[in-house]
């Protein structure tokens, strides 16, 4: 995970952009209310937070970084957010600690073009200069708009099935991975 993780904050960082770190036991106003999730809205419900009294919890997501930096600085920014973040999972797909990487850009003049580049450019160095990468529309509480990202299934070639003819057990058939969610902060 160190490893990877590197990788991907090197990329970032040849772009131009800052690291920033938070603490990993936030407060609800940073991890939910600032970000758009009011008490009652049924995204908090998503997140299976773990509390750790009734005001603070372990982050579900790096994202209160993103408020805390806006909070004290001033644009332009253009800042790289790596961290564990935590959430009441726990099954094939999901784990109850994992990793993000959240980046976030914040200046006059930066439209979902520049998002949509920089997201291009980085899954290519991680991955293959060649891999294929599609935006699908989605929703997030703190985006407008918002898009789910896919790569191409670096097991199947997407193809959707392996090499003895069979689904693909890794992408389902489908021949994407989705990799990360994004958006222009709202």
Same mark, same amino acid.
């Given at each position: 995970?160190?490893? =990877?993780?590197?990788?991907?904050?090197?990329?970032?960082?040849?772009?131009?952009?800052?690291? +920033?770190?938070?603490?990993?036991?936030?407060?609800?106003?940073?991890?939910?209310?600032? $970000?758009?999730?009011?008490?009652?809205?049924? @995204?908090?419900?998503?997140?299976?937070?773990?509390?750790?009294?009734?005001?603070?919890?372990?982050?579900?997501?790096?994202? /209160? =970084?993103?408020?805390?930096?806006?909070?004290?600085?001033?644009?332009?920014?253009?800042?790289?957010?790596?961290? +564990?973040?935590?959430?009441?999972?726990?099954? +094939?797909?999901?784990?109850?600690?994992?990793?993000?990487?959240?980046?976030?850009?914040?200046?006059?003049?930066?439209?979902?073009?520049?998002?949509?580049?920089?997201?291009?450019? =980085? $899954?290519?160095?991680?991955?293959?200069?060649?891999? /294929? =990468?599609?935006?699908?529309?989605?929703?997030?509480?703190?985006?407008?708009?918002? +898009?789910?990202?896919?790569?191409?299934?670096?097991?199947?070639?997407?193809?959707?099935?392996?090499?003895?003819?069979?689904?693909?057990?890794?992408?389902?058939?489908?021949?994407?991975?989705?990799?990360?969610? @994004?958006?222009?902060?709202?």
């Amino acid at each position: 995970i160190t490893l =990877v993780l590197d990788e991907i904050i090197d990329v970032f960082v040849s772009m131009g952009f800052e690291i +920033a770190r938070g603490p990993d036991i936030e407060d609800d106003y940073h991890n939910f209310e600032a $970000l758009n999730i009011p008490k009652d809205h049924p @995204a908090r419900e998503m997140q299976d937070t773990f509390f750790v009294s009734e005001t603070l919890l372990l982050r579900t997501h790096t994202s /209160p =970084v993103q408020i805390r930096v806006m909070e004290n600085r001033k644009p332009p920014l253009q800042i790289i957010v790596p961290g +564990a973040v935590y959430r009441h999972d726990d099954d +094939a797909t999901h784990s109850p600690i994992f990793h993000q990487v959240e980046g976030f850009m914040v200046d006059h003049h930066i439209t979902f073009g520049d998002l949509k580049g920089v997201l291009e450019h =980085v $899954l290519r160095q991680v991955f293959r200069e060649d891999t /294929p =990468v599609r935006f699908r529309p989605s929703f997030f509480p703190f985006t407008e708009p918002s +898009a789910e990202v896919d790569i191409g299934c670096l097991f199947c070639k997407g193809q959707g099935r392996s090499s003895n003819g069979q689904g693909c057990r890794v992408c389902k058939g489908t021949g994407w991975l989705e990799i990360l969610g @994004a958006g222009m902060i709202d």
